[in-house]
Nanobody, 124 residues
């Protein structure tokens, strides 16, 4: 079975940092792009960052560009999201998802396998 599990969330003060991990199993990890998304209460799910299966093609939402960094370790079947200079508006459940292929799309509907999320709360 395809599985993705996000972890590493928590409570942090504004200006702080967190590193999220997305551990994947059940499919050839280095064949697929992975995306990070977030959903705050009462808001639609939004894309945060995406990374290609190999190489270093990455995309970031404008709201996180310069503050967040996505990386992956294919040997560990894991994608990371390093988050810095956190703001209260970054508070959300963060989820990772597998894309349709190796290139990272910025279209949410092209991510078809979703993991459980991890809560990130940023206090002011």
């Amino acid at each position: 079975d395809v599985q993705l599990q996000a972890s590493g969330g928590g409570l942090v003060q504004a200006g702080g940092s967190l590193r999220l991990s997305c551990a994947a199993s059940g499919f050839p990890f280095d064949d697929y792009a992975i995306g990070w998304f977030r959903q705050a209460p009462g808001k639609e799910r939004e894309g945060v960052s995406y990374r290609s299966s190999v190489g270093s093609t990455t995309y970031y939402a404008g709201s996180v560009k310069g503050r967040f960094t996505i990386s992956r370790d294919n040997a560990k079947n894991t994608v990371y999201l390093q988050m810095g200079s956190l703001k209260p508006e970054d508070t959300a459940v963060y989820l990772c998802a597998r894309g349709l292929g190796s290139h990272p799309s910025t279209e949410r509907q092209e991510y078809t396998a979703w993991g459980q999320g991890t809560q990130v709360t940023v206090s002011s």
